[in-house]
């Protein structure tokens, strides 16, 4: 189907099959497409707003197309956030992935360089001398032996650079916002996702469940694609859906300030090296430890509640083993 006859039935409302948007953007990556149809057909889908086979069909194409990350374990975790709440928090996700790995847990990271704040997730690693790799053989020892790998997404989905001058210039969020956490090259079995709204819970819920993943699903209400302790949050799992509040967690509440990365890529690692050293704001160690005992839990399936994985998390800090496997994630990949 040529791409006008795409664009014509998304501007009347229709849906398009997880199959064809499969094939739209393994289209786009062999340059089948003029930019300007690429544009439209964003922009429709944006208005129309995207459906579930939608969204899963990008995926699939992203994934064909890109460059694979087959690990040689059973069972890991990634935790990650949808990004765009512009708040410029620090980096809370990836400390979670090592306060997790230091647990016990394995971790796959995926993860990029800042889009709206001052530091992503590359930008914190890279900080540290980290080299980026697709090398298996990296990957695998760095998994094995730190109990966590990190994916750089720019080194896998090579789609992505196809699209990445029309976004520039479209300057507004299209389904490929909505990608970046579906796209993990390694397929993992379970993940912790952050979103901003409760609209993009429900939609990745139901992505997750046609997955066929353990997942778990996290919204601050007050706009925060992680778990914010500045109020009250919702949790949405396979066993559950509920709305917890720092107090049912045993924590404080935070203030808006104690989330912040700082002004520089370096005042944010500083916070970030702060947590795993425990020698952080108090608020912060608990948004930290909140955010990775959910990651936890969804790695036990829901066996273990969310107390239980509090003391998990907040042992690893205090032990100094999510510190130790920072820094055998480092001497391995640097």
């Not at 971790?107 to 914190?124: I, L």
């Not at 819970?201 to 500045?230: H, P």
């Not at 949050?233 to 912040?260: C, H, I, W």
């Amino acid at each position: 189907m040529e791409m006008k006859d795409y664009l014509t039935r998304v501007l009347r409302q229709e849906r398009l099959s997880r199959e064809e948007t499969k094939d739209i953007l393994t289209g786009i990556t062999r340059d089948a497409y003029p930019a300007e149809q690429i544009t439209a057909l964003l922009t429709a889908i944006q208005m129309r707003g995207v459906t579930v086979d939608e969204l899963l069909g990008f995926r699939d194409g992203i994934l064909e197309t890109g460059v694979q990350a087959p690990l040689d374990c059973d069972r890991y975790i990634d935790v990650v956030g949808t990004g765009g709440d512009r708040k410029n928090t620090f980096n809370i996700s990836t400390t979670a992935c090592f306060v997790i790995a230091g647990a016990g847990y394995k971790v796959a990271k995926h993860g990029n360089y800042a889009a709206t704040s001052v530091s992503g997730a590359s930008n914190v690693i890279a900080l540290h001398g980290v080299r980026f790799t697709s090398d298996l053989d990296t990957l695998n020892r760095s998994l094995h032996e730190a109990g966590i790998v990190y994916l750089h997404a720019q080194l896998f989905a090579k789609a992505m650079k196809h699209v990445a001058p029309i976004r520039k210039v479209l300057q507004f969020p299209t389904v490929f916002n909505l990608l970046g956490p579906l796209v993990n090259p390694s397929h993992p079995k379970a993940q912790l996702l952050g979103v901003a709204n409760l609209d993009q819970m429900r939609l990745y819920a139901q992505v997750y469940q046609r997955l066929g993943i353990d997942y778990g699903i996290i919204n601050s209400i007050d706009g925060y694609d992680e778990i914010s302790l500045t109020g009250d949050f919702k949790v949405s799992t396979n066993q559950y859906e509920r709305v917890f509040s720092p107090a049912d967690l045993g924590m404080q509440v935070a203030l808006p300030e104690e989330l912040q990365a700082g002004a520089t890529e370096e005042e944010a690692a500083a916070i970030f090296d702060s947590v795993l050293n425990n020698t952080c704001l108090p608020a912060q160690k608990n948004i930290v430890v909140a955010n990775a005992a959910f990651g936890i839990q969804v790695m036990e399936r829901g066996l273990k509640s969310i107390d239980e994985c509090i003391e998990i998390a907040r042992e690893s800090i205090d032990s100094g083993a999510a510190l130790n496997a920072f820094r055998r994630f480092v001497t391995i990949n640097s």
